[in-house]
Each structure stands twice: as C-alpha cells, then as structure tokens.
C-alpha cells in the first residue's frame, strides 16, 4: 500500500517506491515564499500538491523574469540529480502552496542502492525534462507573433508577381 | 446573390482589443448573408484592398447575430488582426465604412454534439475569437454541458484577447486558465505553453469533447497533449489554417490532400488531419 504522503500522480506506479518513506515530507509555503535560488544547493525537489510555483530568473535592472510556472501535479526541481547540484534558476510560491519535499542526497542514495527504483525514477523524470524542452523550443518559435514578412511586405517581392489578394490573416490563425 | 458576391455590410462599431487585434461589429446594408454556426468564417472585402477569411466571434445563439448596439439590427461580429494589407485595412475601418461580406463558410464545431460531455476549449493567439462563439453558445445552454474548461495561451499579457469577457466567463462558472509564453512584472497568471495547462486541467478525458483553435504547431502539439491524456483522436476537433481564397471550393488554393479547407473544413476532426498536416508541401 502506498503512503499517503507518496500518493502523487507522478509517483503512481513507481515499483519500490515504498522506499522514498522517510525520504520525504509534506511542507507549505506561503504566497511569495521562496524554496530556492539560483547558485544554492539543490538539496531537495518537490511534488507541488496544490498551488502554483514560477520558476525566475534574476535579471539584471528588472524585476526577477518569471520562466515558467508549475502548478497541481507538477515537478519543481532537477537540479539534485546531476553534479555540481546547484539550482540554474529560482522558485518561489506565487499562491499558497502544499508540495512533497524529499531529501535529495537520501533519494540519490535510495536509488543507487535500488537500480529497479533508480532506473524508473530517472525515467520519470526524463517524461518531465523531455515534456519541458519541447515546450521550450516551441516558445522559441514564438508562433503568435505577427509574421514580419506579412507585416511589412517589400515593395518588390523577390521574385514573381505580388499575390492577388492579400495574405489571409484576420483571426484564422 | 451568388456565393461570390460581397453583400455590403456598415461597420458600426469598432472595439480594440489589442493593439494590433480589433473586433468590428457589422450590419447589413441591404440583404443579409444566411445564418451562420459557430466555427464557420466568411470572406471579408476590404473595397479597393483585397479580400481574407475571417472567423466569425459572434455569438450564434441569433442566427449568427447578436442585437446591434442600439438593438436596430442584425449583427455580425468579426474578430481580426492586422498582419497584411488587407486586414489593416480592415482593422482600420471605421464606424459608418462599408465592407463586403461573403459566406458564411466551411463546417462548424458541433457544439450541440457535444451535449453531456465535458467542453475542453483550448485557444493559442488570435486562435480563442474563432472560439469565442463555443464558449457563448455552451453558456447560452450551459445545462447540456459538464465542465466548461477553457485554456488560453497568449504571447504576453498584452496579447490576451477579450480579457473583461474572460473574467465574466470565470464568473458563469467556466473554468478559465491562460498563459503567457513571456510575462511583464504585474503578471500574475501562469507563463508557460497552453499544453502545460491541457496536462493541469480537470476533466473527464473519456466524456469530453475537444475544441482547438491556434496556429496549427500549437494544434498538433495540444491535440497530443489530448491523445495523453486519454481523449480519442474523434472527440479533438481543431480548426485549420490554408491559403482560402474562393470559400466555395471551387479554386483549390486551400487544397490539403483529399481535402479543401475551405468547404471540407475549417474545422475538422483531429482523427481525419493528423496524418496530413505532418505532411510539407501537402
């Protein structure tokens, strides 16, 4: 029987993950509290429960650039599992927020002494970073922005007549 | 009339909703294009200009019209950004200007076929005006339907269309979530792409319904966010984008392999498109 504290959707299923017992601990922050900075130790990842985390960055002349926010279900933290364990960017609850925190070093040594609990660990999280690149490189696509050829068209095309009508835009996307 | 006449049609009113994205509230000068359903586009003309499709964001609870703003008439409404010629000339239409309409155009989202079912709207960019009309027509009989969850994604908080009315919709009991893919200071919504809010929302994926609308990237990325989640390729209905230029399906311009975006679409069931809009140069 899973323990209550492991009933998250990220964990369901886990073989042996009886084992994270003891690993882990329910906590709360506060609306604006932070769990970490960038350049800290990565010491601990959480399983936000409910409530909504944005992970910033510091930015010089600006206020901390919000880069993504997790929310109900999700992930906060990858940085514990790969040398040197230093957090690449900040986080703090932007709402009151219930997480799982589990002891990194103890969870790294769980799973180097179980490879079955290791290896589907690492799987899981690997679901997650593979599911937040993508998500990453299509923002880099920045597919709402007005197309700058259809926003300022050359006087001259470089080659062939200029279309008969207009490029059809409007709210077709 | 002939499906390629313009019917003249006065602007009487034109709301900003961005700076580049504007909503024209139209009355027939004469003779009115046939009743519309929600999904479905017309051919706007801009005289002198060009003519584009345009989704139409007006409420279909009227036969397509929602009563003017002195409540005279009927009323077609148009959400439309400026990206070309045509459309900022469109955009720039002022009230008492006359355009020419044509249509209505292409298949709708069969919101009524969707009774009994959780609604999963899903909107990316300019994308959330040709849904506008599913969220008002499952407000306007909100007892056919379970969950109401609608999901935006915007580029910046700025770009966000018909933030008042979502608010309102919040309030009606849909459940609103939206992103931005780049947040200012005062933003205190999510930031993040739309598929991250398909994975979070609350819904049943085996009674659901699903309706997307963005740039088609977006489509296909959030229709496998759908398929993950357990919702069948049949319940994803997203709303295709190609070159339309007749709206009758005479031309061909709009042609995407055994079909014409224009007649067979715009919107068409996930199940029917996967494999063809993967497909370059289709």
Do not use: N
Not at chain 2, 28 to 50: E, K, N, S
Not at chain 2, 268 to 277: K, N, P, S, T, W
């Amino acid at each position: 029987m899973t323990p209550p504290l492991l009933e998250h959707p990220f964990l369901a299923g886990l073989p042996h993950a009886a084992e994270l017992t003891g690993r882990a601990r329910l906590v709360e922050f506060p609306r604006a509290g932070r769990l970490f900075d960038e350049g800290a130790r990565a010491d601990r990842f959480w399983l936000i429960q409910t409530g909504k985390v944005a992970l910033d960055l510091h930015v010089p002349g600006r206020a901390d650039v919000v880069i993504e926010t997790l929310g109900d279900g999700d992930v906060v933290g990858w940085s514990w599992l790969f040398p040197p364990y230093a957090w690449h960017f900040g986080a703090r609850a932007v709402a009151d927020t219930t997480a799982v925190e589990f002891d990194a070093a103890a969870v790294r040594a769980v799973c180097d002494a179980d490879p079955v609990l290791g290896q589907a660990l690492l799987r899981r999280f690997l679901g997650v970073m593979c599911d937040r690149l993508q998500a990453a490189r299509i923002r880099l696509l920045d597919l709402y922005a007005r197309d700058p050829y259809l926003e300022t068209p050359p006087a001259t095309p470089p080659s062939g007549p200029p279309p008969a009508t207009a490029p059809a835009a409007g709210s077709r996307p | 009339m002939t499906a390629m006449l313009p019917a003249p049609y006065r602007v009487i009113d034109r709301h900003e909703e961005t700076y580049d994205t504007v909503t024209l509230r139209l009355e027939p000068v004469g003779a009115a294009i046939p009743d519309f359903r929600p999904g479905q586009f017309t051919m706007l003309y801009a005289f002198g200009v060009g003519e584009v499709p345009i989704s139409i964001s007006g409420d279909g609870s009227g036969g397509g019209r929602t009563a003017g703003g002195d409540g005279a008439g009927p009323v077609l409404v148009q959400t439309l950004r400026a990206v070309g010629a045509v459309t900022r000339a469109l955009c720039d239409a002022r009230p008492g200007m006359t355009v020419g309409v044509r249509g209505p155009y292409g298949s709708d989202w069969d919101v009524a076929g969707a009774a009994g079912q959780d609604l999963v709207i899903v909107a990316g960019g300019i994308g959330l005006a040709p849904l506008r009309p599913v969220v008002l027509a499952a407000l306007a009989d909100r007892d056919r339907y379970r969950r109401v969850v609608l999901l935006v994604g915007a580029r910046t908080p700025r770009d966000l269309l018909f933030p008042a009315e979502i608010a309102a919709w919040r309030e009606r009991g849909i459940e609103v979530a939206v992103t931005v893919d780049q947040a200012d200071a005062g933003w205190t919504g999510d930031v993040g792409l739309v598929t991250a809010l398909v994975d979070r929302a609350v819904y049943d994926p085996a009674r659901c319904a699903a309706f997307v609308c963005g740039p088609e990237v977006m489509m296909r990325f959030t229709a496998r966010s759908l398929l993950r989640r357990g919702v069948p390729a049949h319940r994803i209905r997203v709303s295709l984008e190609r070159d339309m230029k007749c709206g009758v399906g005479l031309c061909g311009h709009c042609q995407l392999g055994p079909l014409l975006v224009c007649r067979d679409g715009p919107v068409v069931r996930y199940d029917g498109v996967a494999d063809l809009i993967v497909v370059k140069e289709l």
